[in-house]
């Protein structure tokens, strides 16, 4: 595993996939891109596990996943796990190739279009969350 160098926001090399983070306000969006496959499944399933923060949502965006092997989707239940023992939400944007590999399941994961949208659903869920405030200061 090797870190690859970009102003503001290094990247991280894992045996044949790429893994970006980024810590927007809402969520953290983390970036992955090339191949996910038996090789660098652990390694990669380490590095996000580590990324989730308590009362951040997380967002793992694998719209540039070219391959994704069966043994690739214990990265996804490792996250779910990870986001569930955290008590935050998680949303999965993915591409044609990891679409089909998860067709072949029966577990169904947080799938979103794209990352504004699961940033404006968490956007939302926030916002439904401050307008109750109100009501509980009023009651309490």
């Not at 923060?53 to 540039?64: H, I, R, S």
């Not at 999965?92 to 072949?104: K, R, T």
Request: charged content about 20%; overall charge negative.
């Amino acid at each position: 595993m090797t870190i690859a160098f970009r102003y503001g926001n290094p990247a991280v090399q894992c045996g044949g996939a790429e893994l970006r983070a980024q810590c927007r306000h809402l969520a953290l969006v983390v970036t992955v891109s090339g191949v996910i496959d038996d090789n660098n499944v652990e390694s990669l399933t380490e590095q996000v596990r580590r990324l989730v923060l308590t009362e951040k949502p997380f967002v793992l965006d694998l719209t540039d996943v070219t391959f994704l092997s069966a043994r690739g989707v214990a990265l996804l239940y490792a996250l779910d796990d990870e986001c569930d023992m955290a008590g935050v939400e998680w949303a999965l944007i993915a591409g044609a190739p990891v679409l089909d590999v998860l067709h072949m399941i029966d577990d169904a994961f947080p799938i979103t279009v794209s990352v504004p949208e699961a940033l404006h659903h968490f956007a939302e869920g926030t916002l439904a969350r401050r307008r109750l405030l109100p009501l509980l200061r009023k009651t309490a």
